[in-house]
């Protein structure tokens, strides 16, 4: 199967909701970035993780290597949210030892 | 902040033509890759670079050639342009051994005709 996966696709949220996207990967990984890619087609980097939770304003990433997943939670969710997510986990060597892109779940956040 | 520019942020080429995308890192970082971005997709990786003097094939270097004259230029070549190019495409820099977080530039947006 695809090597990362991630779900849902799509999503729509009304402003205020909260909600969370999900990145599982066929094999275990090293790490993994998480991106929104704006409007504009810029890709901004959301959180990096090696391991455990991290936080930042309304967002929330959790990695877990051995459960071979990762999560991006997203609270009280603004129009400014709207983009397409990115996950991108870093393979545990050889041919894996590079950035895997999922496709991505399309955020439209209404007011 | 990690800095990451790239050049020319659009370009339409001719089919068969030759095209130059650069890449420019003011990170310090030993690595340096390529990827391209197509409609409804992530982004796939097509070459990236160890170091200068360094190229090695990403998932999918057909068509595509690179080169990394110094630490922070890394270009990506497209010695005979086709339609199929057309994409947007990224470059990142990255340090450490691998698994570090990797830095992305704007994109270009190519167009072969």
């Known amino acids: 199967g695809m090597p990362v996966e991630q779900n849902p696709p799509a999503l729509s949220l009304y402003e205020g909701a909260d909600s969370g996207l999900r990145c599982n990967f066929s094999?275990?990984?090293?790490?993994v970035q998480w991106f929104q890619q704006n409007h504009r087609g810029r890709l901004i980097t959301l959180f990096y993780l090696a391991q455990g939770t991290k936080e930042n304003g309304r967002l929330k990433s959790t990695f877990n290597s051995k459960e071979r997943y990762s999560t991006l939670h997203i609270k009280d969710a603004q129009l400014e949210d709207s983009g397409t997510y990115f996950c991108?986990?870093?393979?545990?060597?050889?041919?894996?030892?590079?950035?895997?892109f999922g496709k991505g779940t399309k955020l439209s956040v209404k007011s | 902040e990690a800095a990451v520019t790239q050049s020319p942020r659009n370009k339409v080429a001719v089919t068969g033509g030759k095209v130059t995308l650069s890449c420019n890192q003011t990170?310090?970082?030993?690595?340096m890759y390529w990827y391209r971005q197509d409609t409804g997709h992530g982004l796939r990786l097509i070459h990236y670079?160890?170091?200068?003097?360094?190229?090695e094939k990403g998932d999918i270097p057909d068509g595509y050639k690179a080169s990394r004259p110094s630490q922070e230029n890394f270009s990506l070549i497209l010695e005979l342009a086709t339609p199929s190019q057309t994409s947007v495409y990224f470059c990142a820099s990255g340090d450490g051994l691998g698994g570090r977080e990797q830095y992305f530039g704007p994109g270009t947006r190519l167009t072969v005709l």
């Open positions: 094999t275990t990984m090293k790490s």
């Open positions: 991108a986990p870093w393979g545990s060597g050889g041919s894996n030892a590079k950035l895997t």
């Open positions: 990170n310090n970082h030993n690595n």
């Open positions: 670079s160890y170091g200068a003097g360094s190229t």
